[in-house]
Each structure stands twice: as C-alpha cells, then as structure tokens.
C-alpha cells in the first residue's frame, strides 16, 4: 500500500458546483497536510495547511483532516473555471513520520470547471 | 512563482551527456529541494538540504548530484543523462521542510 494514495480523476463538474478532492494515507504519525494547486506547465502552490486533525477555511476552500480515518479532502464550493487545475494532497510527519520528515505528495486529480 | 527561479526552462541532451539544472532564491529560506514530476508519478523527492553545506538524498536520488555552498544556490547535477531521466524538474524553498513550500517554474528535460 503507498503511503498517499489520491484518486487521478479526470474529475469534471460545471461551474457552480461543490467539488470534493480526497486523499488516504496509511501513516498515523502524519501530522502536517497541504494542498496544492498546478495549472498546466506552471509549478504547485500552496493553498491550505492544516496541522493535526480539524476543519480550515479559507474563501472558498475548506480542508478537513480526519485522522482516525486516515481520510483529508479539500471542498471547493462555488467552483469557477479559473479553479481548473490539478490539486496534490502532501503530508508529513515531522520527525516521526519517516520520509526523514519530507512532504509526501499525491499523484494528483485532475479537475475541470465546465462554464 | 515568486522567489525561486530556475534555469533552464527547456532542454535536451543526449544519452550520457552531463549538465546542471539551476535553482536559486532571494527569500533567504533554508530548506531546499528537487522534485522530479512525470505522468501518474505524481512529485517524487529528489535532493534535498536544510541548509547551506548540509545535502541528504531524497526518494529518488540516483544519477543525480547536488551541493549546497550558500543559502541562495541548490544546482541538481546529472551525471550522466538517460531516457529515464526525461521529466519535469521542481526546484522548492521553505523555512523548514514543514512549511510551506515555494516552488520554481520548472524545467523541461528531454533525454534521447
């Protein structure tokens, strides 16, 4: 089993809608979770960090960790076709996490805003 | 983008050519690295360092060399070019390796 496992999709919803991304990972000493965004031929960003478990909000994107699960997901409400991009989960442990405490990324999923 | 450039953008070697991928940043972050990205790959880790003359290797570490001499500079040698090394090459900064991460544009390598 990888580490970090994310659905490639292609994903494709229409403008509007409330998009969900999901990762699953099996390392219970991640602690650290990120995603980022990819437009095509460009490099990621950053767009939420969240620490342990919980909800973030941040416009509108929500990141929710739920660690007993071993379960994180991005909500994206109100999708617009600039939001068309492929979002990567990454995670860490810090210290006790292995990876010497470097991020591990998702394979990415792939998402299309239709207008 | 901001912050980190590399250069080149675009490239192509042959088989068993040499040459050097560069990365440098003006936020005077300490922790730097490589990522190479290729299709249903996802990013995977190359090289990294916490710091000027501190380098450890990452997840995929082979035919590829680095070095740390100061703060701003992370070059990514390849030794020796293969096919298998045809990717896209991320370079990324951040004050720790659990901050957050500032990735440079990329650069596009092709190994016939």
């Known amino acids: 089993q990888k580490e970090v496992e994310q659905d490639p999709g292609p994903l494709s919803v229409p403008e509007g809608a409330i998009v969900s991304l999901n990762c699953t990972y099996s390392?219970?000493?991640?602690?650290?979770f990120m995603w980022y965004r990819q437009y095509s031929r460009k490099g990621p960003e950053l767009l939420m960090y969240?620490?342990?478990?919980g909800n973030k909000e941040d416009g509108r994107f929500t990141a929710q960790v739920d660690k007993s699960s071993k379960y994180i997901s991005l909500f994206i409400r109100d999708s617009q076709p600039s939001d068309s991009a492929t979002y990567l989960c990454?995670?860490?442990?810090?210290?006790?996490?292995?990876?010497?405490?470097?991020?591990?990324f998702g394979k990415g999923t792939k998402l299309s805003v239709k207008p | 983008n901001a912050g980190v450039t590399q250069t080149p953008k675009f490239q192509v070697l042959k088989t068993g050519q040499s040459m050097t991928l560069q990365c440098a940043q003006d936020m005077n972050h300490e922790y730097m690295s490589w990522y190479r990205q290729d299709p249903g790959m996802g990013l995977r880790l190359i090289h990294y360092s916490v710091g000027a003359g501190i380098t450890d290797q990452g997840e995929v570490p082979n035919g590829y060399n680095v070095s740390r001499s100061t703060t701003e500079d992370f070059p990514l040698r390849l030794l020796s070019a293969a096919p298998s090394q045809t990717s896209v090459y991320f370079c990324?900064?951040?004050?720790?390796?659990?901050?957050?991460?500032?990735f440079g544009p990329g650069t596009r390598l092709t190994v016939t």
């Open positions: 990454a995670m860490s442990g810090g210290n006790y996490g292995g990876s010497q405490g470097n991020l591990i």
């Open positions: 990324a900064i951040g004050r720790t390796r659990l901050d957050e991460q500032y």
């Open positions: 390392n219970s000493a991640f602690q650290y």
């Open positions: 969240t620490y342990s478990s």
